[in-house]
């Protein structure tokens, strides 16, 4: 073709990539010419046959603590439900003399398998024989039956939450309740833990109480005698 051709280097052959790609240059070789001025096309509205994707939320609407359970172990519409969320069910007795209602699982509680897990759990069973209950007359329940790392709980997850967590506590009927950390009490009672402690409440007729998770008095023992309050409260006569 003639005329010198010179050659260049990668670093400016990046610089004119970089260069055609923010001008809108996407493509090396078009059989049609392209009008670059012309405007865009709207974006494409839904069609009506296709109705609008609904939240990954349902309502509860079982009638018995076993149709519950079945629901949480295998319901793809609970909130927090994902590819990489792990499931950890309730345990315990219907009509237990208490239940307990923590956090979303953490990894010790999916590595146990169990809402409670771990070193948390054999404090929990501790703290319940100060009370003269036994672990295995317990009924022990999340707010979230999933384990699902670095996913945040949106309003609507914490309102869908709340609504199952209500409906699971009337179907399993304990005689107490107990709140275990921020998570519960905010769902629940719409306070953190901090303005709910040392009061009763009553949550589906339930009295119930909210103290620390038994993972937080691990790591902060000089709460224990704080959560041993609670507890005594919890169990006080109701007269």
């Known amino acids: 073709m003639g005329g010198e051709v010179s050659e260049i280097g990668f670093a400016e052959a990046r610089s004119a990539l970089a260069w055609w790609l923010e001008a809108g240059v996407d493509i090396a070789v078009q059989e049609e010419p392209r009008d670059w001025l012309r405007p865009?096309?709207?974006?494409?509205?839904?069609?009506?046959?296709?109705?609008?994707?609904?939240?990954?939320?349902?309502?509860?609407?079982?009638?018995?603590?076993?149709?519950?359970?079945?629901?949480?172990?295998?319901?793809?519409?609970?909130?927090?439900?994902?590819?990489?969320?792990?499931?950890?069910?309730?345990?315990?007795?219907?009509?237990?003399?208490?239940?307990?209602?923590?956090?979303?699982?953490?990894?010790?509680?999916?590595a146990a398998g169990q809402p409670i897990g771990g070193e948390a759990w054999q404090l929990a069973q501790r703290m319940l024989a100060a009370i003269g209950i036994?672990?295995?007359?317990?009924?022990?329940?999340?707010?979230?039956?999933?384990?699902?790392?670095?996913?945040?709980?949106?309003?609507?997850?914490?309102?869908?939450?709340?609504?199952?967590?209500?409906?699971?506590?009337?179907?399993?009927?304990?005689?107490?309740?107990?709140?275990?950390?921020?998570?519960?009490?905010?769902t629940l009672l719409g306070k953190r833990l901090v303005g709910a402690r040392g009061h009763i409440h009553k949550v589906e007729g339930v009295r119930t109480v909210a103290t620390f998770h038994p993972r937080h008095l691990i790591n902060r023992p000089l709460d224990k005698s704080l959560a041993w309050k609670d507890l005594l409260l919890l169990m006080e006569d109701e007269s």
Not at 74 to 102: D, F, I, N
Not at 148 to 155: C, F, L, Y
Not at 167 to 180: D, G, M, T, V, Y
């Open 40 to 110: 865009a096309p709207p974006p494409a509205k839904p069609s009506a046959k296709e109705p609008a994707l609904q939240p990954n939320i349902v309502q509860p609407s079982q009638e018995t603590l076993a149709e519950i359970q079945d629901w949480l172990a295998s319901s793809v519409q609970l909130p927090l439900a994902g590819p990489g969320a792990k499931r950890v069910l309730p345990h315990g007795p219907e009509r237990s003399p208490v239940m307990l209602l923590s956090d979303s699982p953490a990894l010790e509680d999916a």
């Open 134 to 186: 036994s672990a295995d007359d317990t009924y022990s329940a999340s707010i979230s039956c999933f384990h699902s790392p670095g996913a945040r709980m949106s309003p609507a997850d914490r309102e869908a939450c709340a609504e199952i967590a209500r409906h699971h506590i009337r179907l399993a009927q304990p005689q107490r309740l107990i709140l275990f950390g921020d998570g519960p009490c905010t």
